[in-house]
């Protein structure tokens, strides 16, 4: 099909049921035709080498194979396979049997349509961020639906040189510079590419064994391919995903954080910092996968890098305002976003901070808080104390894992998991009581032993104030905490002061009214002191 026939099947006879409105949506290869419930994906008959539909029977193929991978994540959004025909009246929408043939129908069989149910776009979540509408929660929700479908594949365990293997993510990113790389640039902006390039195979090299080991722990998988913002659209206020990618696998067999490194690569090109790593939290709090931080960033520039080549290869080379053309700005900015995940690993210093208080003195709120204004990384007590029973977050657990045994464990392991935060240069936010100095101590080694800063944010609160926080926080059941009322009292009986030293490095947060808007500045100050 061509141009003129989607504009001739912008008509209401074309259709089995009733058509409120058209709309038509268009992209490289494929045109969307909007009719109110329904709306109709026809496959371009184009052939760009990634992607070949130039065959009737290859757009068949891949329509139903559109509807079947898509189905993993939406079940009520694709439908089925249905066909274009023509007749002596002009173009129809006809029903096809499982064989894909015609069903009771005169006509030639022309080409063939994914049904879809149609939803808002206005919805969808790049939408929202174009207009200053995600939020924060949004991306919480975002998070959580991509950690059950990661969590509900199954993993591949691809050997060198095959689908999903680093090998693989090589080449593609070399492929991305050798495209940049032929267009043209100023002699400083070459150098930037030469310095980019140089980075990122050295960063490459340099996490090469955790890449393989995290193939061997099962973190790849026949996923998406595809998640940016485009690909998300709010149904009765729940993130969907849809439109992954059917025509290529290697676009979508892939380690798992390359998802994410891709989602909040996307969210942070619009400058959404703080829902980005809402997201990422997220991501990580419902799935323990702290190890994937040892590759996000590769992740992040591959992908930034991809949306640069898009939008420089849409430039006219022989512009006399070539740089000044839009398409042209936008690769930088991307360019830009992709040097920026070099900057961070070459020059943020991370720090530790320890959060210190009673249960229900506002502690996980501050963290979470400092972590989104910092960039860092909460790690929250309550959760992996749960994860080391096999629990997930919000699951109701017994007396068994709040034993001294099962509390050693707990902070044991989010020792463990600060080195790995700390280590990939991210300043890691340890949310616990730390109520005795015993549990705080090992985590300041390790702050020296890391030579990194170590602030300890202390949250206080009114006892009459913290009751009636932990009254409704237990009325209400949603909370991972599962401290109650009792629970903060023994422990208010049974804390140990903070020593004097560590008062020297200890910022007090009266959470009565709230988060201190300074707080950061705060941090920062001590942070920077820390040394003295």
Not at 204 to 229: M, P, S, W, Y
Request: glycine letters at 6%.
């Amino acid at each position: 099909m061509d141009t003129h026939d989607i504009e001739c099947l912008l008509d209401a006879k074309c259709y089995p049921h009733p058509v409120s409105d058209f709309k038509l949506r268009e992209t490289h290869i494929s045109w969307v035709i909007l009719t109110g419930d329904f709306a109709y994906k026809i496959k371009k008959p184009v052939d760009y080498g990634f992607v070949d539909f130039s065959r009737l029977s290859d757009r068949h193929f891949f329509c139903k194979r559109e509807v079947e991978l898509n189905r993993q994540f939406t079940k009520d959004i694709y439908l089925d396979v249905v066909g274009v025909i023509q007749t002596a009246d002009g173009f129809q929408i006809a029903n096809l049997s499982i064989d894909g043939e015609l069903q009771d129908t005169e006509g030639k069989l022309i080409d063939y349509a994914i049904r879809m149910t149609q939803f808002d776009d206005n919805q969808q979540l790049d939408h929202l961020a174009s207009r200053g509408e995600l939020t924060t929660n949004m991306c919480i929700q975002t998070a959580r639906m991509l950690a059950g479908i990661h969590q509900s594949l199954s993993p591949l365990y691809p050997k060198p040189g095959e689908l999903g293997s680093p090998e693989r993510l090589k080449d593609a990113v070399a492929e991305d510079f050798d495209l940049i790389f032929r267009s043209p640039h100023t002699p400083e902006h070459a150098e930037q590419l030469k310095q980019l390039e140089k980075y990122w195979n050295a960063f490459f090299q340099n996490h090469l064994q955790a890449f393989n080991a995290r193939i061997k722990e099962g973190f790849v998988h026949d996923g998406h391919g595809d998640t940016h913002l485009g690909n998300i659209v709010l149904i009765d206020n729940d993130p969907v995903l849809f439109d992954c990618i059917e025509f290529n696998d290697n676009f979508r067999v892939m380690d798992c954080m390359g998802e994410i490194g891709f989602l909040t690569m996307d969210v942070e090109s619009k400058g959404l910092m703080k829902q980005s790593n809402a997201l990422l939290n997220e991501y990580l709090e419902q799935t323990g996968d702290y190890g994937g931080l040892y590759v996000l960033n590769l992740f992040r520039i591959h992908y930034a890098l991809v949306r640069a080549k898009i939008n420089l290869v849409k430039c006219d080379p022989k512009a006399p305002d070539y740089t000044n053309q839009p398409d042209f700005l936008t690769y930088q900015s991307y360019f830009a976003l992709a040097d920026s995940y070099c900057q961070e690993r070459r020059h943020q210093e991370p720090a530790l901070l320890i959060m210190h208080g009673l249960s229900g003195s506002g502690k996980s709120t501050v963290a979470g808080a400092i972590a989104s204004t910092m960039g860092g990384i909460r790690i929250r007590s309550d959760v992996e104390r749960k994860r080391l029973f096999g629990l997930g977050c919000n699951d109701p657990s017994d007396k068994k894992i709040y034993t001294s045994q099962a509390s050693d464990m707990t902070f044991s392991r989010l020792t463990t998991l600060a080195e790995l935060v700390l280590e990939q240069g991210f300043t890691c936010i340890v949310d616990a009581t730390f109520l005795h100095k015993a549990r705080r101590k090992p985590l300041q080694k390790l702050a020296q032993r890391l030579n990194v800063p170590c602030v300890i944010v202390s949250c206080e609160l009114k006892t009459e104030t913290m009751t009636q926080r932990l009254i409704e926080r237990e009325k209400r059941g949603d909370d991972v905490s599962e401290a109650t009322v009792e629970i903060m009292q023994q422990q208010a009986l049974h804390q140990e002061p903070l020593t004097p030293a560590e008062k020297a490095n200890t910022i007090v947060v009266s959470t009565d009214n709230g988060i201190p808007e300074n707080l950061q500045q705060l941090i920062s100050a001590k942070i920077d002191n820390s040394g003295d």
